[in-house]
């Protein structure tokens, strides 16, 4: 790997309280976002917040990029107490580092990090010059945070959201709903959907043998985000033995899943044979089970959480080649056609699950195959991150009004 000084490119350097490399959604964006940077001609430097300092070269797909682990989490071992305050503070330690390298990036992206990081890198900015912009990917609805509406996490999200992320200038936007906000606030701003590595994932792009069961797939933490209720319902009404279709819901325990209403008012002590329950796996593992699924399934609500991100679980599904059974949130519906990568539900309700299952029992495999080819070359064509090289590059390009970084491109 070269050093910073031997590296004409300008750079760009991620800091957030993400933790990096790593098995989750987070972690995903801030390497799909690294490799765009890096494919628009500057050099991504990662200052991550694990908890333990450390630099060190790592097997995986991200072991070529610099990454600094900033202790900006606390460590497992450290009070709860004093692990809830930690997070009013977060981003000094980031700061400190900014400053200390050399040479210094061209601009730092923030990811997380709320209020208190936005508060040191404004600052950062103030005394450096350096631009600062923002990775915005979410905006929670009050009753999912701890504290709800007048909690301390919903207070600190609102504030960033809406006074100190716009304070930055530029955005960059995982839906239009997130986008047409930053607008009004007068930042510059670039829509960059749930992006891939598509070339690097393995599809399945055959239908399973017609005698086999029909195969769903849901993977990931529902919390109050994802609806799992709605098509547990339907296949208890429609298949209880699993005949026909068989739900593999990745994640979640037996007890918590036995805890859903449609299993708790049918008095079950156990898992019915159309449900099945993986447990917590790696992503990998995660992922071989959509691959293996005919379709995977995620129901939200229309609020505002469900409009301002993207489900990074649609691109991951597409790219294996999984089709997809939802409804239409965020901008999915500018993505998704119904009867060719997805079967759509109106809303997200056990009558629509019905009729959507009903629809898929019908296709035949040949059907089946050209849903998973058309599923694969959506993500191909859409949501791979070397697809948005020129639209980075032109804003890198803004954000600042010198040739720092307009020079190294």
């Known amino acids: 790997m070269s050093s910073p000084h031997q590296d004409p490119r300008p750079a760009i350097a991620l800091v957030g309280t993400f933790q990096f490399p790593g098995d989750n959604a987070s972690s995903r964006r801030v390497l799909a976002l690294a490799r765009l940077i890096e494919a628009s001609g500057a050099r991504p430097i990662i200052g991550a917040a694990d908890p333990t300092p450390d630099l060190r070269p790592r097997e995986g797909p991200a072991s070529d990029l610099p990454t600094f682990h900033l202790s900006e989490l606390p460590q497992k071992t450290t009070p709860r107490?004093?692990?809830?305050?930690?997070?009013?503070?977060?981003?000094?330690?980031?700061?400190?580092?900014?400053?200390?390298?050399?040479?210094?990036?061209?601009?730092?992206?923030?990811?997380?990090?709320?209020?208190?990081?936005?508060?040191?890198?404004?600052?950062?900015?103030?005394?450096?010059?350096?631009?600062?912009?923002?990775?915005?990917?979410?905006?929670?609805?009050?009753?999912?945070?701890?504290?709800?509406?007048?909690?301390p996490f919903h207070l600190n999200v609102e504030w960033a959201l809406r006074r100190l992320f716009p304070r930055l200038g530029h955005a960059i936007c995982i839906s239009r709903y997130l986008q047409r906000h930053f607008e009004a606030k007068g930042c510059r701003t670039l829509y960059l959907p749930a992006i891939l590595d598509v070339a690097a994932i393995e599809p399945h792009l055959e239908a399973r043998p017609p005698e086999a069961p029909l195969r769903l797939a849901y993977t990931g933490t529902p919390g109050k985000k994802d609806l799992l209720?709605?098509?547990?319902?339907?296949?208890?009404?429609?298949?209880?033995?699993?005949?026909?279709?068989?739900?593999?819901?990745?994640g979640p325990t037996v007890p918590s899943l036995l805890a859903l209403p449609a299993l708790r008012r049918r008095g079950l002590s156990q898992l019915p044979p159309c449900l099945e329950a993986p447990g917590h796996v790696t992503n990998a593992e995660a992922m071989a089970q959509v691959r293996r699924a005919d379709f995977s399934v995620l129901l939200r609500h229309r609020q505002r959480y469900a409009m301002a991100g993207f489900p990074t679980k649609v691109p991951e599904s597409l790219a294996v080649g999984t089709p997809v059974i939802?409804?239409?949130?965020?901008?999915?519906?500018?993505?998704?056609?119904?009867?060719?990568?997805?079967?759509?539900?109106p809303e997200p309700t056990v009558e629509a699950c019905l009729q959507a299952l009903g629809r898929a029992l019908t296709l035949t495999p040949t059907q089946l195959t050209g849903m998973r080819r058309a599923a694969h070359h959506l993500a191909e064509t859409r949501l791979d991150y070397r697809l948005y090289q020129e639209e980075m590059n032109k804003f890198l390009r803004t954000l600042t009004s010198t040739n720092q970084i307009s020079q190294g491109f």
């Open 326 to 345: 939802c409804n239409l949130t965020s901008d999915l519906g500018d993505f998704l056609e119904d009867g060719v990568q997805a079967l759509i539900c």
């Open 229 to 250: 209720d709605p098509m547990v319902e339907a296949l208890l009404r429609l298949d209880p033995q699993g005949e026909r279709i068989r739900f593999a819901i990745v």
């Open 81 to 151: 107490l004093l692990r809830a305050l930690r997070q009013f503070v977060w981003g000094g330690r980031a700061c400190a580092w900014l400053e200390g390298l050399e040479p210094r990036p061209a601009a730092v992206l923030l990811y997380g990090g709320y209020s208190p990081f936005a508060l040191w890198l404004l600052r950062f900015r103030r005394r450096t010059g350096i631009p600062v912009f923002v990775d915005a990917v979410e905006w929670y609805q009050p009753s999912h945070v701890p504290g709800g509406p007048l909690g």
